[in-house]
């Protein structure tokens, strides 16, 4: 009897096991392509952004993008619980729609396609309230894979995001506001050398296209550009 309760409870923990799988079709990778392992804990990189709309102000930004491992279209959403934020606005805009938060909640982006062997900006920051140094922004998130689905419109075959498939890595964001005099040269200039284009929804761009453009320049600076 005992050996039979033993096999049970055993089968039971692996069964568990196999429903904790992280599903590793998508990843968080930092800007020279390393994965960032699920778990791991993300400090943040302080950026001086220049906004024709909103003027001058700082955020944090996570600084990864979520690749798409596998050749297929794949259908994601970004899961996020923001557990603290002392001021300001923590903003989520992957794949595409964005979510802005200002109260501690649990939230998740609209799930979208993204293509095969992709790269897209996670597109994710904490905009805090100017000056108030030494505050914090706290929060995990965790990429949700779907499968797709396909189906017809008017005789045309069409692809949809389909049942959910399972968790992806998640990643703990802890940011903290530091004094951004500690930025060398917060003022860009045309010498800092551009390094990248994104729409305002993180997908790259090879070159700027007319209206708003996101630009990181090679020394790490981000700024918001409007092309005519």
Request: charged share 20%; hydrophobic share 35%; aromatic share 8%.
């Amino acid at each position: 009897m005992k050996k039979g309760l033993l096999f049970i409870a055993a089968l039971v923990l692996t069964n568990m096991a196999a429903f904790a799988q992280v599903d590793n079709t998508l990843q968080f990778v930092d800007a020279a392509g390393n994965v960032v392992e699920d778990g791991s804990t993300v400090t943040g990189i302080l950026e001086h952004m220049s906004d024709p709309m909103n003027g001058e102000y700082d955020q944090i930004s996570t600084g990864l993008s979520v690749k798409n491992t596998s050749g297929e279209k794949i259908g994601v959403a970004m899961a996020f619980n923001l557990t603290r934020i002392d001021n300001g606005s923590f903003i989520c805009c992957y794949p595409s729609d964005c979510r802005e938060i200002t109260t501690p909640t649990n939230s998740m982006t609209t799930a979208k396609l993204v293509d095969g062997n992709s790269l897209k900006s996670l597109a994710t920051e904490w905009v805090p309230t100017p000056d108030a140094y030494g505050t914090k922004c706290e929060a995990t998130l965790t990429i949700q894979v779907y499968n797709v689905q396909q189906t017809t419109i008017v005789g045309v075959p069409v692809e949809t995001v389909g049942t959910f498939r399972g968790d992806g890595p998640t990643i703990k964001l802890n940011f903290t506001y530091s004094d951004p005099t500690g930025i060398n040269g917060v003022t860009v200039n045309e010498n800092d050398g551009e390094a990248a284009y994104y729409t305002i929804d993180g997908r790259k761009l090879n070159a700027p296209q007319k209206g708003l453009n996101i630009i990181r320049y090679a020394n790490g600076k981000t700024v918001k550009k409007i092309i005519k």
